[in-house]
Nanobody, 122 residues
């Protein structure tokens, strides 16, 4: 089992930046594909970004491509999401999750954190 704890959310003005972190414990962090998802009020959860076990490959939703960067530090068991040029539409609860496969569907991720709120004001 993997335990995941997100942090770094908050309130930021449009155009600003935030960096989210996700600390993992339990089974070997480096064995897992990791992803970020988000869910805005009244909307379905959506994929944001994913990263391979080694960090050598990443993939993004079109809505965040060029603005967000996913990365990981396996020595620290930590996943990151650097978010730049934030927009009000980025307002959501952000979740990190782990998977045994390369995926962008929530159903393919096995373990989830509790989420961290990101609010972008206009």
């Amino acid at each position: 089992q993997v335990q995941l704890v997100e942090s770094g959310g908050g309130l930021v003005q449009a155009g600003g930046s935030l960096r989210l972190s996700c600390e993992a414990s339990g089974r070997t962090f480096s064995n897992y594909v990791m992803g970020w998802f988000r869910q805005a009020p009244g909307k379905e959860r959506e994929f944001v970004a994913g990263i391979l076990w080694s960090g050598s490959a990443t993939w993004y939703a079109d809505s965040v491509k060029g603005r967000f960067t996913i990365s990981r530090d396996n020595a620290k068991n930590t996943l990151y999401l650097q978010m730049n040029s934030l927009k009000p539409d980025d307002t959501a609860v952000y979740y990190c999750a782990s998977s045994k496969t390369v995926a962008d569907r929530g159903q393919d991720y096995d373990y989830w954190g509790q989420g961290t709120q990101v609010t972008v004001s206009s």
